[in-house]
C-alpha cells in the first residue's frame, strides 16, 4: 500500500514534467490506492481479498452482474484502483478481453447515423427502415441546465461558482448517460458485423452548422464526440465496425435522384423536398439515407477487386445509388 502511494506520486509528477510547460503543484484531494491484480487483490465470485497494512483481508460483497467475468480464459482482471468518494469505498476493476477485428468483408448490414438535436439519432439501415431517437427530453433537460449555470454565473459568489463547478460535472455524468444508453440501445438493435456509419464532425464549424438552436455549440460536439467513443467500444465488442464519413451535402443531396441543392431542404421545417424528382423527407431521416448510401458504397471501393468483375461492380454501384423507397 505504501509502494503503491510512492507509485501513484511519482507518477503524478511525471506527467506534470512530461505535459505542461510550466510547473504546477500536484494536490492529492482523494485517497485513492492501485491494486495489481494476483499480488495486491484477488476476486473470486464469493470473496474480494486484499492486502492490507493489517495483513491479508477477505471481504464478502455483491457479485450479480459479473458471472462471466469470472471466465479467466476469455476476461484477464488488470490494475484496479480503491477509491474514495461520498465517505464510501468504491472499486474500479479493469477488464481486458480480446475480440476478433471485425472484417469489411464480412458485413451483412449498414446502418447511417444522422446525429441532431431534435432527434439525438436517426438511423437508416439496409432494411430500409428508418428509427427515430427522440431528443426533445435531452433538450428540455440541457435547456434547464444552462437556465441555472446562467443564474449562477449571474450571482459570481465563490459558493455560486463552487455549485457551477458541481452542475457542470453533474450535467457531463447525465449526458454521459444519455449516450450510453443510446449507444447501447444502437448496438443492440442490428446483428454482428454492421457497419455503423457517422458523420466526421472534427471541424468546429460544421458542428455550428449542424445545430442551429440556443444550445452552445460546443457542448453539443462534445456530446456528439461522446457518443462516437461509446458507439465505437461497443460496436467492436459485437464484430460491428464505425466509419466517418465527410459530412458535406448529406443534408442537402436527394437519397431518390442524387440532385444536390441547399433549397433542397427547409431547416425550419425540417422537411426535404427535391427540386428535381419531388422526393419528400423529414431532413433528418435523409441525412441517415446519405450516410446508409455512403456506407454502402464505402464497402463496394473497399472490397477486394478479384472478386467482383468490372460489370458487376458497375452494377451494384447502380443499384446503391438509387436505393428502392
Ligand atoms: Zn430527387
Redesign the pocket.
Same mark, same amino acid.
Given at each position: 500500500m505504501v509502494q503503491s502511494v510512492i507509485k501513484t506520486v511519482i507518477a503524478r509528477y511525471r506527467t506534470i514534467l512530461e505535459n505542461q510547460k510550466e510547473w504546477i503543484k500536484p494536490v492529492f484531494k482523494k485517497p485513492q490506492y492501485d491494486l495489481v491484480w494476483n499480488r495486491d487483490y484477488s476476486l473470486s465470485e464469493s470473496y474480494f481479498s486484499v492486502n492490507t497494512l493489517e495483513g491479508h483481508v477477505k471481504l464478502p460483497y455483491f457479485s450479480q452482474g459479473m458471472e462471466k467475468y469470472f471466465d479467466h480464459a476469455v476476461y484477464k482482471f488488470g490494475t484496479a484502483k480503491l477509491v474514495k468518494k461520498h465517505g464510501k469505498y468504491f472499486l474500479h476493476i479493469p477488464v481486458t478481453f480480446e475480440v476478433d477485428e471485425s472484417n469489411m468483408n464480412d458485413i451483412c448490414n449498414v446502418v447511417g447515423i444522422d446525429r441532431g438535436v431534435n432527434f439525438i439519432a436517426v438511423t437508416y439501415d439496409s432494411k430500409h427502415k428508418t428509427r427515430f431517437f427522440n431528443g426533445k427530453k435531452i433538450k428540455q433537460t440541457r435547456a434547464k441546465y444552462a437556465k441555472l449555470r446562467k443564474e449562477l454565473q449571474m450571482r459570481g459568489t465563490p459558493s455560486s461558482r463552487r455549485r457551477l463547478k458541481a452542475i457542470g460535472q453533474r450535467e457531463n455524468r447525465w449526458m454521459q448517460d444519455v449516450n450510453h444508453q443510446v449507444s447501447k440501445a444502437l448496438v443492440e438493435s442490428y446483428p454482428e458485423h454492421t457497419l455503423f456509419v457517422l458523420e466526421d464532425l472534427s471541424g468546429v464549424r460544421n458542428a455550428t452548422e449542424r445545430v442551429r438552436t440556443r444550445d452552445r455549440y460546443v457542448s453539443v460536439s462534445w456530446a456528439f464526440y461522446d457518443l462516437e467513443q461509446k458507439l465505437t467500444y461497443k460496436a467492436k465488442q459485437k464484430r460491428c465496425s464505425v466509419i466517418k464519413v465527410d459530412p458535406r451535402y448529406t443534408s442537402q443531396t436527394?437519397p431518390? +435522384?442524387g440532385?444536390t441543392e441547399k433549397l433542397n431542404r427547409n431547416k425550419k421545417l425540417h422537411r426535404f423536398r427535391?427540386k428535381? +424528382?419531388g422526393?419528400q423527407s423529414n431532413d433528418d431521416r435523409i441525412g441517415a439515407m446519405n450516410l446508409y448510401r455512403m456506407g454502402i458504397n464505402y464497402l463496394v471501393d473497399s472490397q477486394v477487386p478479384d472478386t467482383v468483375t468490372a460489370e458487376h461492380d458497375s452494377a451494384v454501384k447502380g443499384a446503391v445509388n438509387h436505393p428502392a423507397m
Open positions: 436527394c431518390a +435522384c440532385h427535391c428535381t +424528382c422526393y
